[in-house]
């Protein structure tokens, strides 16, 4: 699933020695390409209550890389790692129920574990906060909130947030109308590759001029 944050985790220096081995072991030989090899590390670490394990083998079990690709073990998996805290695995979990892929699509719960991730400073969890409060999906359509959690996180960098922004000020909502800001926030945007930016900035400087 193209959307899931797709990475592997790095060593946590906080991780207890009994299952520490097992992850560095994973990790190394995820780095040497041993697929194989890394799942059955993470799977041990993971067996021992490794948050972090349990996320990177979620995410091989979502893309099918060193073990059959299987989302409903993905969903199991980011849920062991969620209610461990790792907030990455509760923000693929989210995209999960979002898009129904191993489990039952279901809105609100999407809605509540974007929510929980946002409040422990993810960005891309305030992002798709911002925009089920936008879209009123899982939760009740409320601009206010979706364009103050689109402008923290433009301000944090991202792109998409930054888009959406500017819609917000083209159109209206949530905020009046102004586009001069649409379009600078078109712009940002696009100079950060968001091709869609990018032809709205130039649909707008036109109508603008």
């Given at each position: 699933?193209?959307?899931?944050?797709?990475?592997?985790?790095?060593f946590?220096?906080?991780?207890?020695?009994?299952?520490?081995?097992?992850?560095?072991?994973?990790l190394?030989?995820?780095?040497?390409?041993?697929?194989?090899?890394?799942?059955?590390?993470?799977?041990?670490?993971?067996?021992?209550?490794?948050?972090?394990?349990?996320?990177?083998?979620?995410?091989m079990?979502?893309?099918?890389?060193?073990?059959?690709?299987?989302?409903?073990?993905?969903?199991?998996l980011?849920?062991?790692?969620?209610?461990?805290?790792?907030?990455?695995?509760?923000?693929?979990?989210?995209?999960?129920?979002?898009?129904?892929?191993?489990?039952?699509?279901?809105?609100?719960?999407?809605?509540?574990?974007?929510?929980?991730?946002?409040?422990?400073?993810?960005?891309?969890?305030?992002?798709?906060?911002?925009?089920?409060?936008?879209?009123?999906q899982?939760?009740?359509?409320?601009y206010?909130?979706?364009?103050?959690?689109?402008?923290?996180?433009?301000?944090?960098?991202?792109?998409?947030?930054?888009?959406?922004?500017?819609?917000?000020?083209?159109?209206?909502?949530?905020?009046?109308?102004?586009?001069?800001?649409?379009?600078?926030?078109?712009?940002?945007?696009?100079?950060?590759?968001?091709?869609?930016?990018?032809?709205?900035?130039?649909?707008?400087?036109?109508?603008?001029?």
């Open positions: 699933m193209k959307r899931l944050c797709y990475f592997i985790s790095v946590f220096l906080g991780t207890s020695f009994v299952y520490a081995n097992d992850l560095m072991q994973g190394g030989a995820y780095e040497r390409q041993d697929f194989v090899k890394a799942a059955e590390y993470f799977e041990a670490s993971c067996a021992n209550g490794n948050a972090e394990a349990c996320y990177n083998l979620a995410n079990y979502d893309a099918g890389v060193g073990v059959y690709k299987n989302d409903t073990k993905a969903v199991e980011f849920t062991k790692a969620c209610e461990g805290g790792f907030s990455d695995a509760c923000y693929n979990l989210g995209m999960m129920y979002d898009s129904g892929e191993g489990v039952q699509k279901d809105a609100i719960k999407a809605f509540t574990l974007f929510y929980k991730t946002c409040e422990s400073g993810h960005t891309r969890g305030c992002y798709s906060v911002a925009l089920m409060y936008y879209k009123g899982g939760v009740q359509k409320n206010a909130k979706a364009f103050e959690l689109f402008e923290k996180t433009c301000n944090e960098g991202y792109e998409k947030s930054c888009y959406n922004l500017g819609v917000m000020y083209r159109n209206g909502q949530g905020v009046q109308k102004d586009l001069n800001k649409a379009l600078t926030l078109y712009q940002k945007a696009c100079e950060q590759g968001l091709s869609i930016a990018c032809d709205k900035y130039g649909k707008l400087k036109s109508e603008m001029q």
